[in-house]
């Protein structure tokens, strides 16, 4: 049986990939009204694994598509002296994903003290 957010991550990859194709296109319109979808189904995948060690996880990946949504559309309007903000989104993305393996690791360590 199929893990119920399995269906919103197949949606979800097909968005991101999406949006990042009309960035390297080019195509400005379609790119701009694709991250309100990808960041849309991001957010909801984080909301619904908030109470699970996935949450970390999820909330990595929506910041980082955050972050490279903000860089593109930097790109795309001209406003490359404000790119270098998206670190921001890639270090909180970094920070939760370490978050969720430091969590991991003390978990097994609890496990493998106990047995």
């Not at 195509?27 to 109470?51: H, N, Q, S, Y």
């Not at 909330?59 to 270098?84: G, H, P, T, V």
Request: proline share 3%; net charge neutral.
């Amino acid at each position: 049986m199929m893990h119920p957010l399995r269906k919103y991550e197949n949606i979800h990859i097909p968005l991101w990939l999406l949006k990042d194709t009309c960035w390297m296109m080019e195509w400005k319109t379609l790119g701009v009204i694709m991250i309100i979808p990808t960041i849309f189904v991001a957010a909801l995948l984080a909301w619904r694994t908030r109470d699970d060690d996935e949450f970390f996880v999820n909330l990595a990946i929506l910041a980082w598509i955050s972050a490279n949504a903000f860089w593109m559309c930097c790109e795309f309007f001209d406003y490359l002296q404000y790119k270098d903000f998206a670190a921001i989104g890639f270090v909180a993305g970094a920070f939760s994903i370490s978050v969720y393996y430091i969590r991991r690791l003390k978990n097994k360590n609890v496990v493998d003290a106990v047995s």
